[in-house]
């Protein structure tokens, strides 16, 4: 599977004018993102915790119709306009979202019945994108592969793996990887796994589409 590398630090917007993102996050990997696997005019969806705000550094990416699934329940037809023009809290339809921008931090929930996976790709438009962002944690003699459970997961959906991308969050200097430090506003747990310098953005191909 091609492995890409994308360059996510975040930026002086990021680290000092605005709240923080959850962690694992930042804008320039929403961002890219958006840009990378869509263009003008399709629909990006955006589900995981705290979705609302990701969903709004979604909509900053011009000329993008972009629908918030948040981790409530939402029955189908439902949506909640925010009045601004921005993105919408709906449930999207069937064969509707070109690219489904999923957060599976800190790590991924996944039903027995392959649910939400399920849900995911039948969402997804012929030639449709699942970007999942999750990390396989390691440190102080634990590591979680919730890459490869991931990849599980959406391929028994019926989507095809395309590219794991790492996205670099630290910033790069010369040969050195620079790892800023969390806002004075975030508490880390004292037993937290030692801050990770990348996110794994897992991509997926939906070949069919919601419709068939």
Do not use: K
């Amino acid at each position: 599977m091609p492995l890409g590398i994308w360059l996510c630090a975040p930026t002086p917007a990021d680290e000092h004018d605005l709240p923080p993102l959850v962690e694992g996050l930042t804008r320039s990997l929403i961002t890219q993102a958006v840009t990378a696997f869509t263009t003008p005019g399709q629909t990006v969806a955006v589900t995981g915790p705290d979705s609302a705000r990701i969903a709004a550094v979604a909509d900053s990416v011009s000329d993008r119709r972009v629908l918030c699934v948040g981790p409530e329940t939402i029955t189908p037809g439902d949506h909640r306009d925010n009045g601004d023009g921005g993105a919408h809290t709906q449930e999207p339809e069937p064969g509707s979202v070109d690219l489904l921008l999923a957060v599976e931090l800190p790590a991924p929930w996944i039903d027995t019945d392959g649910a939400p996976y399920t849900s995911w790709a039948q969402w997804l438009a012929p030639g449709g994108v699942l970007a999942v962002a999750t990390r396989s944690p390691a440190g102080q003699g634990r590591f979680a592969d919730h890459s490869g459970v991931v990849v599980t997961a959406a391929t028994n959906a019926g989507l095809t793996y395309l590219q794991h991308i790492i996205a670099v969050l630290a910033h790069v200097h010369g040969d050195r990887l620079l790892i800023s430090s969390p806002p004075t506003s975030v508490t880390l747990p004292a037993a937290a796994v030692h801050r990770s310098a990348h996110t794994d953005l897992l991509v997926f191909h939906n070949d069919f589409g919601g419709a068939a």
